[in-house]
């Protein structure tokens, strides 16, 4: 039978189970099957716990539904299962190795008075480091940041306004922008820093306030946006320790077929193999003058880490 024809069976099998609430996921239930995969139910997020229940569930159905049909599971489909608990064991691995974001009343309250204020800034954007440094140090002796931003920012909304961002909200921006734009006084520039967009060199125009009521609303507001920045240190700082712990090493210099362009412990993936890789991730849906470097290396990036994070959770118990 067509695994389409067994995808409409199975919801099928799902939808009447549903109807007559028959079929359905407890606490419990979910909590055995995280223990099997050796994490601690009650130190996971809320999140996690619902996208581990729906995996859960929608496999557990699939199964009962190919029962029922007497249908045996074929390789490509117990595969599918296979991909499934792996891609549950990376989430454990990585929530296992990710600080707590969590903030404390007196950071948000904090966090919440920065929001007063919107603050006028410019920027000069970049891709590649080495440019980013010289810019910086012509700006150092003297050269006038509207001409530079104008001259190589390669942000098309604000470079021909001289890198002019207009007014920024706090949290309008990712953590690593915001952070190095708190850190300024009026009329003074940043060092140059990494965000996903590229390298950024940022000046601070000056600020003004708003008015903000302050109540229940805002102050979750201001959590949200806190614990969201935090959030993503935090998982910067498990990707940089799971990096050290596979020893990865990056090689995009070189264009020779065989050069390895990830290195870590116990595996490798060279640039022909890279190429395919990305060749069949993105088939059909990009041409061939978007299949770009950068985009290769944001792959290589993922196909590491997805590897590391399973390779963790081997060595944790978790899968």
């Known amino acids: 039978m067509p695994r389409h024809l067994l995808r409409l069976c199975a919801l099928l099998v799902l939808a009447a189970s549903l109807r007559a609430g028959t079929f359905y996921v407890t606490e419990g239930q979910l909590d055995e099957f995280l223990l099997q995969q050796g994490a601690d139910p009650r130190a996971l997020s809320q999140e996690l716990r619902r996208q ?8 557990t159905v699939l199964a009962q539904a190919w029962n029922e049909l007497g249908i045996p599971l074929t390789d490509e489909q117990l ?42 800034a410019a920027h000069i954007l970049v891709e590649k480091e080495s440019l980013c440094q010289d810019l910086y140090r012509r700006l150092e002796q003297g050269e006038d940041f509207n001409e530079l931003a104008n001259t190589y920012s390669i942000d098309p909304g604000s ?16 953590a690593e922008f915001e952070d190095s734009l708190l850190a300024l006084k009026e009329g003074s520039y940043s060092r140059p820093f990494e965000t996903p967009f590229g390298w950024h060199i940022v000046y601070l125009i000056g600020t003004e306030p708003i008015d903000v009521l302050r109540d229940d609303a805002a102050l979750k507001l201001a959590r949200e946006q806190l614990e969201r920045k935090r959030r993503r240190y935090a998982e910067k700082a498990a990707t940089a320790r799971l990096m050290e712990h596979l020893q990865v090493r990056f090689d995009f210099e070189h264009d ?10 116990d595996t490798s993936l060279s640039r022909s193999r890279l190429d395919n890789l990305v060749g069949q991730a993105f088939a059909g849906s990009l041409s061939e003058e978007m299949l770009n470097e950068g985009l290769r290396q944001a792959y290589a990036h993922h196909w590491i880490e997805q590897i590391g994070w399973l390779q963790v959770a081997r060595e944790e118990g978790l899968w």
Do not use: C
Not at 159 to 174: C, I, N, S
């Open 159 to 174: 470079a021909e306004q001289g890198g002019y961002l207009g007014p920024v909200h706090m949290g309008d921006t990712v």
């Open 52 to 59: 581990s229940a729906d995996k859960l569930l929608e496999h």
């Open 256 to 265: 020779d077929p065989g050069t390895l362009v990830v290195s870590a412990r």
């Open 79 to 120: 595969g599918e299962l296979r991909r499934a608990h792996e891609e549950i064991a990376v989430r454990l691995a990585r929530e296992a190795w990710t600080p707590d974001a969590t903030a404390s009343g007196d950071e948000v309250n904090d966090y919440f008075e920065l929001s007063r204020y919107v603050y006028l």
